[in-house]
């Protein structure tokens, strides 16, 4: 316990410190400026409230359709609950503060006992629910303390995490808040039932359910599909620095044999910049293109929200992220039953490994080994035929996580 206090105190301090020169922290210490006095004014005290807490953007979108699934159960009734959502990170919050599932949208306060009984006396929520790996003593104990259910969701887990180490034991007694932890496969429920956490269920992964939802919503990009019309696309998503030195020898190396459309993860000038001053091929900003005539050879994405849909375009897709800390969302593509590349560091992601395993996505670790995978892969059709069949039934097994969940919840 003394560690946790040490850890996240440390924590916190860093954040104020960096908020002087990174845009990041400043976003966090910004938004939480008057938290509590807009919280009052925004919390209606005569209605219930579903309080949704997730890290970031991903963990958003794992949550995003149990609260879509809970909000239309509550307007379909006209029952008098509202929906809660915070996040702890500016990614999420700034993109998703205007959520319309949401009643209010706002940052979590940093987890000290103070923070956490006065948000606690302001929401009084019906129900917490945490995605993933959200786990903040200060408000878990507030929400025991008063016999308020909550839930973890779509949570995996591995025997190298700080959970399971021998100076992460409190984190065990703060599973023990939860009514139940809804864990995406089996290993994660033998591991916890193992540390003597039994209020377990395995429903699967969230995340499944919403990227069905979003390779079925209309979206039609006149540019996009006249640029992907006469060549087959490869879709370059959430890339970083690490990423794009592969992909940029790989575009100047194959300059007119595929389509390109590349999505940096971080939408900045400089990075965009750095695609454009790179790649020996003319390049050109989707914002910028308005019309179908004397399309670029590459495209470049310089906005966030539109990836997941971009990815019905392509016949393969490169993940980034495998090269850093590890791969971002797999599903996104492969819901479109194309096969998907990525770097080395996705152990940690139990998808990446599931889609490896079934044949339907390639790891790499050398520039030569990427040119094999997509060479050997994206000529041979019928691998592909096989690896869309895989994929269709991948799906179809996992989905409806959310139901499974919905189905087990106290939460009105």
């Given amino acids: 316990m003394l560690l946790y206090k040490i850890i996240t105190r440390t924590y916190f301090l860093a954040i104020k410190l960096a908020a002087v020169f990174n845009e990041k922290a400043a976003k966090m210490i910004k938004g939480r400026r008057n938290l509590f006095t807009l919280l009052r004014q925004n919390i209606d005290e005569n209605s219930r ?32 609950y509202r929906i809660l959502v915070t996040f702890f990170s500016p990614s999420g919050y700034e993109i998703r503060k205007n959520y319309k599932y949401a ?119 006149q540019i996009l599909e006249k640029y992907c019309l006469d060549k087959k696309c490869l879709v370059f998503g959430s890339t970083w620095r690490a990423d794009e030195r592969f992909i940029i020898e ?17 939408v900045t000038e400089e990075n965009i910049l750095f695609i454009e001053k ?11 293109l308005k019309t179908i005539e004397n399309l670029p050879d590459v495209i470049i994405i310089d906005s966030i929200g539109i990836l997941s849909k971009v990815y019905r375009y392509a016949s393969l897709a490169y993940v980034g992220g495998g090269f850093g800390k590890g791969i971002h969302n797999v599903l996104e593509p492969a819901v479109y039953g194309i096969p998907v590349v990525f770097g080395p560091n996705h152990k940690k992601f139990f998808e990446a490994i599931q889609l490896l395993e079934l044949g339907a996505a390639f790891s790499f670790n050398s520039y030569t080994e990427l040119v094999n995978i997509i060479n050997n892969t994206i000529y041979d059709s019928q691998k592909l035929l096989n690896i869309a069949n895989l994929l269709k039934m991948y799906f179809s097994q996992n989905a409806q996580s959310t139901l499974k969940i919905l189905n087990k919840m106290s939460l009105m």
């Fill in 49 to 80: 409230y579903i309080w949704f807490h997730c890290a970031s953007l991903g963990e958003f979108e794992q949550g995003r359709p149990l609260i879509e699934a809970i909000k239309k159960q509550i307007e379909a009734k006209s029952l008098n």
């Fill in 250 to 266: 790989f575009i100047n190396k194959h300059k007119n044999d595929f389509s390109y459309i590349i999505a940096p993860h971080e």
């Fill in 278 to 288: 790179n790649i020996k091929l003319k390049t050109g900003r989707l914002s910028k």
């Fill in 103 to 221: 009643d209010y949208v706002t940052y979590l306060p940093f987890d000290t006992p103070s923070n956490a009984k006065k948000f606690i006396d302001i929401v009084n929520p019906v129900s917490a629910i945490f995605v993933k790996y959200e786990i903040w003593h200060y408000f878990l104990q507030e929400i025991k303390n008063r016999s308020i259910p909550a839930y973890l969701i779509s949570a995996v887990f591995r025997e190298n995490q700080i959970f399971f180490k021998f100076y992460g034991k409190f984190y065990l007694q703060a599973f023990k808040s939860f009514k139940t932890i809804f864990v995406q496969n089996e290993f994660s429920e033998v591991l916890l039932k193992k540390h003597g956490i039994n209020n377990t269920l395995v429903a699967g992964d969230t995340r499944i359910d919403r990227v069905i939802d979003v390779s079925r919503e209309t979206y039609n990009n």
